[in-house]
């Protein structure tokens, strides 16, 4: 069975502070996408990246940074110098390659970054 | 290119009634889906589509009906509305395993 634990169910920092959101996954295909999406106070999900499963080197975006390791099971999700703008749910998911494109959902991590 | 579209962004019903939650996607996307969010219950799968004509059930289609007689359109049916059903409905279409999502219906259930 698959599945996303996403333990941090809320994180309170102060502008500029950097933060980490963790997300582990359980899945028994070789061939899998992993997600973060992210939910601002608005309600909107948005699509923030994807990777591969055969692809591990790490991303950046900005101040966003990932961290894909699949000898723990783990995409983490940095944010650096975090704004006040940065403050919604953040959402880990995963879904298999092939036809069936179900996402597995996280429980997703509260952020509120504070002026 | 609006992407998705969802309408309406708000409902009240009273219990038992019915209606129809709208969905379309213009970027000509096979996959389309509707998950609920409940609070503390992350995002649930209700139904989902693979293409025109073909629907499947997702994790909790009980009070809903689905079909897909175009690409573009996705609609969601509560047949007899009831309390349990008060949520944020999502509606979204995939391209290459990644989802995009519309804004949101939020329907309350009295």
């Known amino acids: 069975a698959q599945k996303v634990t996403q333990a941090q169910t809320e994180i309170s920092v102060v502008e500029k502070e950097d933060v980490t959101l963790d997300c582990v996954y359980e899945?028994?295909?070789?061939?899998?996408?992993l997600f973060w999406y992210k939910q601002p106070p608005s309600g909107e999900l948005v699509f923030l990246i994807r990777r591969n499963s055969f692809d591990e080197q790490n991303e950046i975006s900005g101040r966003y940074s990932w961290n894909f390791q699949k000898s723990t099971s783990s995409f983490n999700f940095t944010i650096t110098a975090s704004q006040v703008v940065d403050s919604a749910v953040y959402f880990c998911?995963?879904?298999?390659?092939?036809?069936?494109?179900?996402?597995?959902w996280g429980l997703g991590t509260s952020l509120a970054v504070n002026p | 290119n609006a992407g998705v579209t969802q309408t309406p962004k708000f409902q009240v019903l009273k219990t038992g009634q019915s209606m129809t939650l709208q969905c379309a996607q213009d970027m000509n996307h096979e996959y389309m889906s509707w998950y609920r969010q409940d609070p503390g219950m992350g995002l649930r799968l209700i139904h989902y589509s693979v293409g025109a004509g073909i629907t499947d059930q997702g994790e909790v289609p009980n009070g809903y009906n689905v079909s897909r007689s175009t690409t573009e359109d996705f609609p969601l049916r509560l047949l007899s509305a009831a309390p349990s059903q008060t949520s944020v409905y999502f509606c979204?279409?995939?391209?290459?395993?990644?989802?995009?999502f519309g804004p949101g219906t939020r329907l309350t259930v009295l």
């Open positions: 998911a995963l879904t298999s390659a092939g036809n069936n494109r179900k996402l597995i």
């Open positions: 979204a279409s995939s391209f290459m395993g990644t989802q995009y």
């Open positions: 899945t028994r295909d070789t061939t899998y996408y």
